[in-house]
C-alpha cells in the first residue's frame, strides 16, 4: 500500500505521483455526456495504488494510504464505422485522493472526512488549485458519501 507520507508532503499537500499509469492498477472509466451534442465532453479515467483493489475486496473498504488518481481529460467525438464513438483528447488534470482514515493533517483544508482531496491543473502536477475539500471537491461526491465518497459502482474491480 502506498503510504500518505509519499504522496504528501509534512503539511498534508498533494502532488500527482508520478509512474502512476504504470505503477497503479486500473480501477475504471467514465464518460461524461454532453450537454448539447451527441458524445461525451469529458473522459474520466480512474487507477488505485497498488494492492487497494485486492484490500477493498476483502474488507469492502478503503485501506489507510490507498491513493485514487482521477484522469480528466476533455473529450473529442467522432463518427467511426461502429458508431458515434468518444474518446480522450486533451488532458486538463488530475483529481488525487489519498485515504486517511487517521486524518493525518487535521490542519490543512484539504483533508477530512476519512480523505485527503486535491485537484492538479495539467501544467502543475505538483501544486493543487483547490483550497478547501468542502468548498472544491465533495461536492461532486455527496451522492457517494455512503460508500465512502467513493461511486464505487464505476469500479468493476473493485467487485468480489
Known amino acids: 500500500m502506498a503510504a500518505v507520507d ?29 450537454s448539447q451534442t451527441a458524445g461525451s465532453e469529458q473522459i474520466h479515467t480512474v487507477y488505485a495504488s497498488p494492492g487497494v483493489i485486492d484490500e477493498y475486496r476483502k474488507t469492502g473498504k478503503f485501506p489507510e494510504g490507498a491513493v485514487l488518481v482521477k484522469e480528466v481529460f476533455q473529450a473529442k467525438t467522432d463518427r467511426m464505422t461502429t458508431g458515434t464513438v468518444s474518446r480522450e483528447d486533451k488532458l486538463e488534470g488530475w483529481f488525487v485522493m489519498v485515504k486517511s482514515i487517521t ?14 482531496w486535491s485537484w492538479f491543473d495539467v501544467d502543475k502536477p505538483t501544486k493543487t488549485t483547490s483550497t478547501n475539500y468542502r468548498a472544491d471537491c465533495q461536492g461532486c461526491h455527496i451522492p457517494a458519501k455512503s460508500t465512502d465518497w467513493i461511486y464505487v459502482r464505476g469500479y468493476p474491480p473493485l467487485s468480489k
Not at 493525518?104 to 480523505?115: H, Q, S, T
Open 6 to 34: 509519499s504522496i504528501a508532503d509534512a503539511q498534508g499537500n498533494l502532488h500527482v505521483p508520478a509512474e502512476y499509469r504504470t505503477l497503479y492498477q486500473y480501477l475504471g472509466t467514465w464518460a461524461v455526456a454532453a
Open 103 to 116: 486524518n493525518k493533517f487535521p490542519e490543512n483544508k484539504l483533508w477530512g472526512d476519512g480523505w485527503g
